[in-house]
């Protein structure tokens, strides 16, 4: 009987060692953790300091490279401070991309573009004749793609371009960046778009502020694709963002959404009811923005699908057809198109491309795994690209 009293109390002992070390480390989880998140603001804080340090300390062009920083020497641009009133009234349009040359302009001043060669920050400078630093700004939206790091993703410039946007006979600066980000197996790249407005110099003294309203509706409703669209919005009041916010068919056609009338049609979705695929663009700058909405027989938007992605421009719709591709008996609706996009050699290009939209409870989820495996060319057509993707999943049918 003791022994059996002296056994249980021993193993009542050893769990309640257990138990109280378990709460131990339930108590040091938090503060484990509160440790590592401030060892990595830490670490934050004294790569920031480095990085300021550099950063501050160039007073000339020949400091840039010196402090860490690398040129892109093929985005150098010469730069007038005032807009003269001929340019004011043209519209503009962006410069070349390519090397710039090095001749006097009238100011003397030229912008300079440079990378930080350890956490990819871009940096923006101002330099006079003789290479002395007027205006250096890191203050950029591309360098806060990942909030709260000093590294961020290796970038290249897409476009710089000039122009006078708020009315004030001042030079103000477009800056495009782009990019890449990991979907799936494959790379992708995506713009940001940012506008430096000037203030009028003082005493030499070149100042640009940036409006972080206007970077952020630029680049969350897609207007950040080129420097023509950029200016259409900033300078000339035109937006995007009621593609993506309207409710309301009517609300679409008051902002002067152009419906491609051959192409809209009313189909049964299930559950979802008896919807109208209406399919239209938005022209900005020199640009037709492709939406495709579902919409009820009240008028309201069940659905807004965006099948445009990255490209600039729809070139010409070639179609959309509504069928069960998934094999789960509810239809689901698929679009081909022709797109134009500027290429990685700044010229006009024009390529074939479809989405693929499967219908589930409550909408439409586009499709990732097809677009991963199969890329459609110049012949495919409609019927080629359903049979495709039904075969993926594994099923065909002669009669739908």
């Known amino acids: 009987m003791r022994q059996r009293f002296l056994e249980r109390a021993h193993m009542m002992k050893r769990r309640t060692r257990i138990l109280a ?6 108590l040091l989880a938090p503060r484990l953790m509160v440790e590592a998140d401030n060892l990595t603001t ?3 804080r004294e790569q920031y300091e480095e990085y300021s340090g550099r950063f501050a300390s160039i007073t000339s062009r020949s400091d840039i490279t010196e402090k860490g920083f690398e040129i892109v020497e093929s985005q150098i641009f010469p730069f007038e401070p005032e807009v003269m009133p001929e340019e004011a009234e043209d519209s503009g349009t962006e410069p070349d991309t390519g090397a710039a040359s ?3 302009t009238s100011s003397g001043i030229f912008l300079i573009p440079a990378f930080d060669r350890m956490y990819h920050r871009l940096a923006l400078f101002l330099t006079d004749s003789d290479g002395n630093i007027l205006y250096k700004t890191d203050q950029l939206e591309t360098n806060s793609r990942v909030r709260g790091q000093m590294e961020q993703p290796e970038q290249e410039i897409a476009s710089i371009a000039f122009q006078d946007l708020n009315g004030d006979m001042c030079t103000d600066i477009i800056l495009i960046t782009t990019s890449q980000y990991q979907d799936g197996d494959s790379l992708k790249k995506y713009k940001v778009g940012d506008v430096l407005f000037q203030t009028a110099p003082e005493s030499g003294m070149y100042q640009f502020f940036r409006d ?3 970077s952020d509706k630029l680049n969350r409703f897609g207007m950040n694709k080129n420097a023509k669209s950029i200016t259409a919005f900033v300078r000339d009041g035109y937006s995007t963002e009621f593609l993506y916010t309207a409710v309301t ?3 679409l056609k008051q902002h002067h959404f152009q419906m491609i009338s051959e192409q809209c049609y009313t189909r049964t979705f299930g559950k979802l009811g008896k919807l109208q695929v209406v399919p239209g663009t938005y022209r900005i700058a020199d640009y037709d923005v492709f ?7 009240q008028g309201d938007i069940v659905s807004a699908l965006q099948p445009m992605g990255d490209y600039d421009n729809l070139y010409a719709l070639k179609g959309i057809n509504c069928r069960d591709i998934d094999g789960d008996g509810l239809k689901d609706i698929v679009v081909l198109a022709k797109y134009s996009y500027e290429d990685e050699n700044h010229k006009l290009a024009v390529a074939s491309d479809y989405s693929i939209y499967y219908q589930r409870t409550g909408g439409f989820s586009a499709d990732t795994e097809i677009k991963g495996k199969y890329q459609c060319s110049e012949e495919d057509t409609m019927q080629i690209l359903v049979e495709k993707a039904r075969a993926y999943w594994g099923w065909k ?4």
């Open 397 to 400: 049918t002669d009669n739908d």
């Open 291 to 297: 939406m495709i909405y579902l919409v009820n027989e």
């Open 21 to 26: 070390g378990a709460c131990i480390a339930m």
């Open 249 to 251: 068919l009517k609300e």
């Open 212 to 214: 972080y309203r206007i």
């Open 42 to 44: 830490d670490n934050t």
């Open 102 to 104: 090095d001749e006097e």
